[in-house]
């Protein structure tokens, strides 16, 4: 009897809580079978912002006047952005299924991006979606909200990720302009941005990278490499909503993981990674963009985090 005790004890250790069981580095888990795959980001301290000696010319300052950042607790950062199959069960269960939203996509006919009234999983990019693509034509409550939804399902804290934490989990320990180098051939191993078979297709009036990812638009998520902490599609793909209010400069947010927002909320708020029709002067993860609260767009969508015990 001693022993079948202590062999039944032996197996709840091992199977415990999953976030606990995920603590090690590269460790991921799911709390239900339709929850978004979560990877354990461990604590560390980097730079936040572009390190001097490897700095080039950017419309933010804040990325030239980078500062130390410490995460001084590990947290779990979703594997993939937020597919359309886990949007869609959110929006059926409170009703935005039924509703039409003002979206920025691109039109064949105007041959460039126009604010469309269509349903949030109607825009004209992609051509075929997948269920997993990643969900767009989402604004900035619509990700918090889905992240309160999951939180309450779920009984676990789910929310939006800080700047200060995206920005550590997409350089994964490195200081380099960008963590795969500087060759172009590589930016189209790890980044869905605008490349030679966006520019094919889309008349697009910026840079590209001279490299061909094989997606002229939005890619199923996964379908590059991930980073060195096994995260996918943190630059490019689509832009991501991010918890902060938005800033040009770094000076007197806190030096820590935590949230830089505003008693009362703000208007702007952090999107980070760049799209898949962003140029190469955006894709890379020390470039701090933003957007109104209430845009949408066939380029931004979001990645969801979540606290660990």
């Not at 269509?118 to 767009?136: E, G, Q, Y």
């Not at 889905?146 to 200081?175: D, I, M």
């Not at 960008?178 to 790890?190: L, T, Y």
Request: hydrophobic share 40%.
């Amino acid at each position: 009897m001693q022993l079948r005790l202590l062999v039944l004890s032996v197996a709840m250790l091992a199977l415990g809580d999953r976030a606990s069981a995920a603590s090690k580095a590269d460790a991921s888990f799911q709390d239900c079978h339709t929850c978004p795959v979560m990877v354990v980001v461990p604590a560390g301290q980097y730079l936040m912002g572009t390190a001097k000696a490897v700095q080039v010319p950017s419309e933010v300052p804040a990325e030239l006047d980078p500062i130390e950042v410490r995460i001084e607790r590990s947290f779990a950062l979703g594997r993939f952005e937020v597919t359309r199959a886990e949007y869609a069960e959110f929006a059926r269960a409170t009703g935005r299924d039924r509703e039409r939203v003002r979206c920025r996509t691109w039109v064949k006919e105007r041959q460039g991006f126009r604010d469309l009234e269509i349903p949030w999983d109607a825009p004209n990019i992609p051509a075929v979606p997948r269920a997993d693509h990643p969900a767009t034509c989402v604004d900035w409550h619509d990700a918090h909200a889905y992240a309160e939804w999951l939180a309450g399902r779920t009984g676990q804290p789910y929310r939006l990720p800080s700047e200060a934490e995206w920005e550590y989990a997409a350089k994964a320990g490195s200081e380099a302009l960008q963590p795969w180098g500087a060759a172009d051939r590589c930016h189209c191993e790890f980044a869905n941005s605008n490349d030679r078979a966006t520019m094919a297709r889309y008349p697009l009036a910026w840079g590209m990278v001279d490299c061909d990812d094989g997606f002229p638009d939005i890619a199923p998520v996964g379908s590059l490499r991930p980073n060195a902490f096994g995260l996918y599609d943190m630059i490019g793909n689509v832009w991501e909503w991010i918890e902060d209010c938005s800033t040009l400069t770094y000076f007197g947010r806190p030096t820590d993981q935590r949230a830089w927002v505003w008693d009362g909320g703000c208007k702007r708020r952090i999107q980070r990674g760049g799209g898949w029709s962003t140029g190469p002067e955006r894709s890379r993860p020390g470039f701090h963009g933003d957007g109104d609260d209430e845009d949408r767009a066939d380029f931004a969508g979001f990645r969801i985090a979540r606290d660990l015990p």
